[in-house]
């Protein structure tokens, strides 16, 4: 273990949810981009105080889900219907897999036995969909992860109590070691505390 | 965040009056359509004979059948919102509930279905209950033609009296849910008491099922029977994502329309635009489920008395019309309304609340009118695989504008009676600083 430390940010404290919102906005107004707030409840607008855009991830889910549709789709008429062979001339990817079209109800074994697979391809598209939005959003917010440096913080535990809290990460461009500290002080902070990781 | 909280102090005493006088443009329109619509129904009602007139029957059940769902979809819309106890929308509930109290103007257009004539076309079932009057008739005469034992079996439900006391009964329960729902928040804004909006919610919670009833058993009576050997146990809820859905959409063009004239401005913001676009989306989902699900069962399962009804939907040129619903009904406008930011925007979701309500109307369309030529027993003409009545079409566009017309001019002149919205109501502010 060394000695030397690196610091994360400032993690200032507030007494109430009012106070967090409006210093949100003086933060945001400021031009801050690496900082977050933590609060024991959510907060109605947080997020348009603190000037979050919005999130990816929904553009993530619409692919994902597409994809699952098309997985389907394809897996469904490659092994079930002569659609391949016959419509789009590629007969080798029904000799691949060896298919054979199956024939109920006496259903046609072209394309139009389409309502036949929808089940599957709903499924599929509602699987890939949730497996995206899990994936998706735990890469998007960098987790599972082992530790956190705010957990150096005595005080960081508040926030799942009733402590309202904002922490201005170091990596943010903005930040300086005194104007970060004295934008904090004037929009009402409390108990400014500089954190500081091990290395 | 600029946006701006509104108080109590902003808003008008007595709420927002509507000036029909503001908006004669529209109203006028809807005159003239209705005016245009009239004269021509008359003379197909009247002025023709054989083939033309009894095809025009179907024409102004379609017509009639779409002014229902839009009457009944607004009823179901201040239903759900006071039963459950919601208050984002009452910045708009006002215009759902004066949509629903059009039942009554609705009811007094659909009276000549109850003309014998009329009805012997459009429900053969009412021709075979009047050639052979009561049960012992039917029974007997299915001794001979077996086509007419379900007619026996459904006796009990499809007999002339009882339909008839169901059909005024449609209207009828349309038009008592929505009128005395206005009424409980028109005494509020007299008194200003908040056990008003209690009451509403006890009484919307007695007439769900009711209300439930009216729309699937109108939907069977109506459009189901048509063809009395065939049925359907999705019918109802299909007819009912329809009546949401247009609905839906017909107030949001409405409100952008009155948000232009300069009312509504600060009770209605984007937010009431992309709640209002969720729930349009939601239906357009739902629909495709049923639709599907009700497609899916009767396609797989092959059984031939069922299949009949999508037969001749699937075959000809009703097979286009098919496979353009299943497009523009939902492929289309779910992926165009999946999307937040767009929601917000006035100016899309009035595009896109115009396409459902097009769509609604062929969505309609292609579930009363293939019947027609089939019914009638109309051979398809040389060279086309399916039979059409010639030049009926004009007589469905004719008693679309006549409803539609009428409807519009009478629901955007009764706007003007009221507030435009319940300017006492405890959750007015709720709903006019509402956020999602």
């Known amino acids: ?199 | 965040m600029s946006h701006h909280h509104v108080s109590f102090k902003d808003l008008p005493e007595g709420g927002e009056k509507f000036d029909p006088a503001k908006a004669s443009k529209v109203i006028g329109t809807f005159g003239a359509l209705a005016a245009i619509g009239l004269l021509g129904s008359a003379y197909y009602a009247f002025g023709t004979h054989g083939d033309t007139q009894k095809g025009f029957a179907y024409s102004w059940l379609y017509a009639i059948f779409v002014g229902f769902t839009f009457v009944a979809g607004g009823t179901f819309w201040i239903l759900l919102h006071n039963a459950s106890n919601s208050g984002w929308g009452v910045a708009v509930r006002r215009l759902f509930e004066n949509l629903g109290t059009m039942a009554l103007p609705l009811g007094i257009l659909a009276l000549p279905l109850l003309i014998p004539g009329v009805q012997n076309t459009l429900w053969e079932w009412f021709g075979h209950h009047r050639a052979h009057p009561g049960l012992e008739g039917l029974h007997h005469a299915a001794e001979s033609d077996p086509h007419l034992h379900p007619l026996v079996d459904k006796y009990g439900y499809l007999n002339i009296t009882f339909w008839t006391i169901r059909f005024v009964l449609y209207f009828g329960i349309l038009w008592f849910i929505s009128t005395k729902l206005r009424s409980y928040f028109l005494k509020q804004e007299a008194d200003g008491d908040i056990k008003h909006t209690v009451y509403a919610r006890e009484f919307a919670c007695m007439v769900l099922l009711p209300f439930a009833l009216t729309v699937t058993f109108a939907a069977v009576d109506w459009i189901m029977a048509l063809d009395y050997t065939w049925f359907s146990t999705m019918w109802g809820v299909y007819h009912f994502a329809g009546c949401a859905w247009s609905s839906m959409a017909a107030m949001l063009l409405l409100v952008i329309y009155l948000q232009s004239l300069g009312y509504l401005q600060k009770v209605v913001t984007g937010e009431h635009f992309h709640l209002m676009g969720k729930l349009l989306f939601a239906f357009t989902v739902f629909w495709a489920y049923i639709a599907f699900s009700q497609y899916f069962l009767i396609w797989y399962a092959n059984i031939p008395e069922e299949t009949r009804f999508y037969f001749i939907r699937n075959t000809g040129v009703w097979r286009n019309v098919s496979i353009f619903i299943v497009i523009g009904h939902f492929v289309v406008p779910f992926v165009f309304l999946l999307q937040q930011q767009l929601k917000k925007s006035p100016k899309f979701i009035g595009f896109w609340a115009a396409w459902v309500i097009f769509m609604h109307f062929v969505d309609i369309y292609w579930n009363v009118i293939p019947e027609r030529a089939h019914s009638m027993g109309l051979e398809p003409a040389p060279g086309s695989d399916t039979p059409f009545l010639p030049g009926a079409w004009v007589g469905d566009v004719l008693a679309l504008c006549a409803v539609v017309g009428t409807i519009g001019y009478l629901y955007l002149r009764s706007l003007g009676k009221h507030s435009l919205y319940a300017w006492r109501d405890p959750r007015l502010l709720e709903s006019a600083n509402v956020r999602n």
């Open chain 1, 1 to 199: 273990m060394s000695n030397l430390k690196r610091v994360h940010g400032y993690l200032a404290e507030f007494d109430n949810a009012q106070d967090l919102y409006h210093a949100a906005e003086h933060i945001r107004d400021a031009g801050y981009q690496r900082w977050d707030c933590h609060t024991p409840f959510p907060v109605h607008g947080l997020d348009g105080a603190m000037g979050v855009s919005r999130s990816k991830l929904p553009w993530l889910v619409f692919f994902g889900g597409m994809t699952g549709t098309i997985t389907a789709f394809v897996l469904q008429t490659i092994t079930q219907t002569n659609f391949w062979r016959d419509n789009m001339g590629m007969g080798f990817l029904q000799k691949l897999v060896e298919t054979y079209p199956t024939v109920v109800q006496s259903k046609p074994t072209g394309i139009w036995t389409l309502p036949a697979f929808f089940p599957v391809m709903f499924e599929l598209t509602i699987l890939f969909s949730a497996f995206t939005v899990l994936f998706g959003l735990l890469a998007l917010i960098g987790l599972p992860r082992l530790n956190h440096p705010l957990f150096t913080s005595k005080k960081f535990a508040k926030f799942s109590d009733d402590g309202f809290l904002i922490c201005i990460e170091a990596r943010d461009p903005k930040f300086a070691q005194q104007g970060t500290r004295d934008l904090l002080e004037k929009v009402g902070a409390k108990n400014i505390e500089l954190v500081e990781d091990d290395i």
